[in-house]
């Protein structure tokens, strides 16, 4: 007996080219799209993952306007029309990632001051190490805070009284953190007889203060360069007043 037409269907050339035709293997994280007119297939990312990028860039955009407005004008002279100017985007896409200036301002502070501190905590539980080296790379951390993050510093100086409520608190609570980090360095080093018997906490106020004067007056086009100024730094208010190297005059 002679083969059916369906049989013979199956046999056409077309159709044991795609029989033949090995699968290809896509990943289902991942959308295809056809680049070219060979009809080659090209992997692009999915939606969620351009949305997030998107989104972080925006956030970047934000927190930074937030930031150079807060160092600039204060957080009273802040308004949102002007970060949203100075963003490029519409007041109402702010709302979509705080609801007051307030929390913007929680955020530019807390990512101005968390990662130093966390990295202040390292130096200060190293016991391996003595009092003077401690000290001293605390305080090349707390110039990295001012090179790196000159606006946010500022804000912190500045305008973190602002923050209210629990978050004002807490906020408050990093910041004496902070402070308390380095009297614990100073004072330990004067129990352990490297430091003079000067007053801890004045000693803490006079390096932060002066460091923190910085934000006042570096500018990266100046005549020193940040690894010069950090040494200068490092000499004049840990080896010399700190410290006490210099001979005292009588």
């Given amino acids: ?54 989104r972080k860039r925006t956030e ?27 963003t490029g985007i519409h007041k109402s896409t702010i709302f979509h990632y705080v609801q007051t200036k307030e929390d913007l301002l929680a955020i530019v502070l807390d990512r101005g001051l968390r990662g130093y501190l966390a990295r202040l905590e390292e130096i ?32 912190f100086l500045r305008e973190r009284r602002h923050l209210s409520g629990s978050r004002g608190r807490e906020y408050l609570q990093m910041a004496n953190r902070y402070e308390a980090l380095f009297r ?8 352990a007889g490297e430091f003079p018997p000067e007053d801890a906490h004045l000693s ?9 004067w910085m934000v006042e007056w570096y500018h990266q086009e100046g005549r020193l360069g940040q690894a010069e100024i950090a040494d200068s730094f490092v000499n004049l208010l840990v080896h010399r007043m700190v410290a006490g190297a210099a001979p005292r005059p009588d």
């Fill in 1 to 54: 007996m002679g083969r059916g037409t369906a049989d013979r269907r199956h046999d056409h050339p077309r159709a044991r080219r795609r029989r033949s035709r090995p699968a290809v293997g896509r990943d289902p994280g991942i959308q295809w799209s056809r680049k070219d007119g060979a009809g080659s297939m090209a992997a692009t990312p999915e939606p969620t993952v351009k949305r997030k990028r998107s």
């Fill in 60 to 86: 970047d955009a934000l927190y930074g306007a937030a930031a150079e407005l807060f160092s600039r004008l204060g957080y009273a002279g802040t308004t949102l029309d002007a970060i949203a100017q100075r």
């Fill in 124 to 155: 200060v539980a190293d016991r391996e190490t003595g009092f003077h080296q401690r000290l001293e790379a605390a305080l090349r951390n707390h110039l990295r805070f001012v090179f790196e993050q000159r606006r946010e510093l500022t804000v």
């Fill in 184 to 191: 614990e360095l100073i004072a330990g080093g004067i129990d």
């Fill in 204 to 212: 803490t106020l006079v390096l932060l203060g002066g460091a923190n």
